[in-house]
């Protein structure tokens, strides 16, 4: 329970989420005239690399969806044929989201109930290694032939994608307490860091298909560029151990003395703060309904033609970069919106927006399909209906947590608790409801 307090710690003093000044050790650290620098910006760079590496493995693999296809297409034909994908491309992202759900969930619990009991450092070291280790990993069976044995591939594939997990979860909370002991600004690099890994994952996809002569060559460029991130991201952790920088913050206590919650204060928390994570519930519910399991299967209306952002560009362009985008203008829009008054009708809010967007989703050209018809058939209407959804779910996401510290009040910390639980739950368990929508189409 220590390390779950905290984190309740981490996430109320230092992070963007919450509306109070920091005290204390922020206090304390801008009197002192005395600190040392941050040579060549090492650390912030270091904290805007933890940022990325808390979302980047996993979207990496997600956003390769050229590649999978590539991996597990008909090998009877000459070529992949969207329209008509396989049954391991069919169910490979929303397959990839299940057997996350476990590790997911189990690496979290264990995370922040013993992880407390090791140093930092080896936390570090051990989740960036084995990392790292998947990714060359990967990047090797790029170059080989799993054409014969395809569905073994699949199986180890979502096999590394479950390890990855595992190690991302401890590497997340590991990552958030460290930055959480230099000044505040370090904190809002981190998630800036966040936001911007999946804009950076589609995006280098994209380059690396526009200077690939195949679709091997581009996954290669591609995982290459990724593992080099990830090692980096290792050796500049290594060297900032000998700054003094990183030295004088990473031994500073946190001043705040560690409280119990009962189970009184859990309940007071819940009641006040219902409306966020009944939200963010629902936003995790619609996302594992659409995105990336319906998403990754609509192809542009004019595929094979011959023509490249139809064929090669619009699923990267589109489905990952233009999506990641929205949802980043709708963190930036949002507001703490929600209160005691106002919370029952926003919730209404967002089960009608999943009532009506999520069908919307299903009714895009997504292929193959066995039921429901194509009735938005056009790209222009596929792009609005992602405009509307993901601005909408960045809106919510970041209104829900801006909201928190105004509606817990003197229960902040065990709401925080609170809302890491719900996200870590929700996550888990709504991502079966992927395989279902992938059925229903």
């Avoid at 297409?73 to 169910?91: P, Q, S, V």
């Avoid at 904190?187 to 995006?203: D, Y």
């Avoid at 709708?330 to 967002?350: A, C, D, H, M």
Wanted: positive net charge; aromatic residues 12%.
């Amino acid at each position: 329970m220590d390390n779950l307090q905290e984190m309740s710690d981490v996430l109320r003093r230092v992070s963007l989420i919450s509306i109070t000044k920091p005290d204390g050790l922020v206090d304390k650290l801008s009197k002192d005239k005395h600190k040392p620098k941050d040579t060549l910006y090492m650390v912030h760079t270091l904290s805007l690399l933890f940022g990325a590496l808390n979302m980047l493995p996993l979207t990496f693999f997600i956003t390769a969806n050229d590649y999978w296809m590539y991996k597990f297409r008909d090998t009877t034909k000459d070529t992949i044929d969207l329209n008509n994908k396989t049954t391991l491309e069919k169910y490979f992202v929303s397959g990839s989201l299940v057997v996350q759900t476990i590790p997911s969930i189990a690496t979290m619990l264990l995370a922040v109930t013993f992880g407390h009991r090791f140093k930092i450092q080896p936390r570090v070291i051990i989740s960036l290694t084995s990392i790292n280790i998947i990714f060359v990993v990967f990047t090797a069976f790029i170059k080989v032939n799993t054409d014969t044995w395809q569905v073994t591939f699949f199986v180890l594939t979502l096999l590394g994608m479950a390890l990855i997990t595992g190690a991302i979860n401890l590497f997340q909370v590991t990552s958030t307490v460290i930055i959480s002991k230099f000044p505040p600004v370090y904190m809002k690099t981190f998630l800036f860091g966040q936001g911007m890994a999946s804009i950076f994952n589609a995006t280098l996809q994209i380059i690396s298909l526009a200077l690939g002569t195949s679709t091997e060559t581009s996954a290669l460029f591609y995982f290459i560029a990724g593992t080099l991130v990830i090692f980096l991201t290792w050796v500049l952790y290594l060297l900032v151990q000998h700054m003094t920088f990183y030295k004088y913050y990473m031994q500073i206590e946190l001043e705040d003395k560690k409280k119990n919650h009962s189970k009184e204060d859990i309940k007071a928390a819940f009641f006040r703060i219902w409306p966020c994570l009944a939200t963010m519930c629902l936003i995790f519910l619609s996302m594992s309904l659409t995105h990336p399991c319906i998403t990754t299967l609509v192809v542009s209306e004019n595929y094979g033609n011959g023509n490249k952002w139809n064929d090669m560009y619009f699923v990267p362009t589109i489905t990952f970069l233009f999506t990641e985008s929205c949802s980043q203008f709708g963190r930036l829009l949002s507001r703490p919106i929600i209160t005691k008054s106002s919370g029952p009708w926003i919730v209404g809010f967002v089960i009608l927006r999943m009532i009506v967007l999520v069908p919307l989703v299903w009714f895009c050209n997504a292929q193959p399909r066995s039921h429901l018809p194509v009735l938005l058939p056009h790209d222009w209407q596929y792009i609005l209906v992602l405009v509307l959804y993901f601005v909408t779910s960045g809106f919510i996401i970041n209104a829900s947590i801006l909201s928190i510290p105004r509606l817990a009040k003197e229960k902040v910390d065990v709401a925080y608790l609170l809302l890491l639980s719900t996200i870590g739950v929700a996550a888990g368990v709504s991502s079966p409801a992927s395989l279902l929508a992938v059925r229903i189409l």
